[in-house]
């Protein structure tokens, strides 16, 4: 009998063939599992190690979000959001209340939201229930963006000394389909209403709607493209040098990701989340 530590060896892939006829498909595959890692790289499934507690909030309550700010000088602050509570919190024992939110809320600021530019890290809400945050190690506060009224947004990306922000709501008006640009070095300097052309400056703002005008679901960087998935439609890619010639591409037709966070660079592959399965 296998030990719990031995690893599963299969020959699909690194994954599970979901796309093969069941009775076309080798007994060496994987075609089921659960409580598994995934080395795509050694084809190997081994069991997943058991979850460990690392710290309970003061307030007891559910863990909905994080953002995790890294200051020029290399020092790294966490936030944690538990229920309508967010804390900075040390890795150990100590939650320090820094501000609240709606409890429905789902705050995310991961690393590839920092802007060292203005030295914050910017924070999105998968809900859209509250307005895009910022974080410096000391001070969580609302964005002071250019854009008048409240801004909204469930995805963000910094690439190129811009910040990408996907899946958007301005002034009270909701486009799940239009991803904005901030200036270049200028995170609070964004547009709704200009796209990239020769009549802007070349580091200007600016916005598009995604081609096939459907909500982005994804926003990722890899191989240095620039990613933007939609939901249950394509992958496109970021084309063009400034604000006079940028578009979006046709990258991967039919990619058909679903969920709200179904785009994830893993390092040597991009993740997808697909209705049944995982590419």
């Known amino acids: 009998m296998a030990e719990e530590t031995d690893p599963i060896v299969i020959s699909f892939g690194g994954g599970v063939n979901t796309r093969t006829k069941s009775i076309d498909i080798d007994v060496t595959e994987c075609v089921l599992a659960q409580n598994f890692d995934l080395d795509p790289v050694r084809q190997v499934f081994a069991r997943r190690k058991p979850f460990d507690l690392a710290g309970t909030a003061t307030n007891g309550g559910e863990i909905r979000g994080y953002a995790q700010y890294i200051s020029p000088s290399g020092t790294v602050s966490t936030l944690i959001q538990a229920g309508g509570v967010v804390y900075t919190w040390d890795g150990a024992s100590t939650f320090t209340s820094v501000g609240t939110v709606l409890a429905e809320a789902r705050l995310r600021g991961a690393r590839d939201h920092n802007f060292p530019l203005s030295t914050y890290v910017l924070i999105t809400d998968l809900e859209k229930l509250e307005t895009v945050k910022t974080w410096n190690g000391t001070t969580f506060a609302a964005l002071a963006h250019n854009l008048g009224g409240d801004f909204y947004a469930k995805y963000c990306r910094v690439f190129n000394e811009r910040a990408f922000f996907g899946n958007v709501k301005t002034g009270g008006t909701d486009t799940p389909h239009v991803l904005l640009a901030s200036a270049v070095s200028d995170a609070d300097d964004l547009t709704a ?87």
């Open 193 to 279: 209403s200009t796209r990239p052309s020769s009549s802007v400056g070349q580091d200007a703002a600016w916005f598009l709607q995604t081609p096939d005008l459907r909500a982005i679901n994804g926003l990722e960087t890899a191989f240095g493209q620039f990613l933007i998935s939609t939901l249950k439609g394509k992958i496109f890619h970021l084309k063009g040098k400034d604000s006079f010639d940028y578009e979006l591409s046709s990258f991967y037709e039919g990619s058909a990701a679903a969920g709200s966070e179904a785009m994830v660079n893993i390092g040597n592959d991009i993740l997808m989340g697909r209705p049944g399965r995982i590419e």
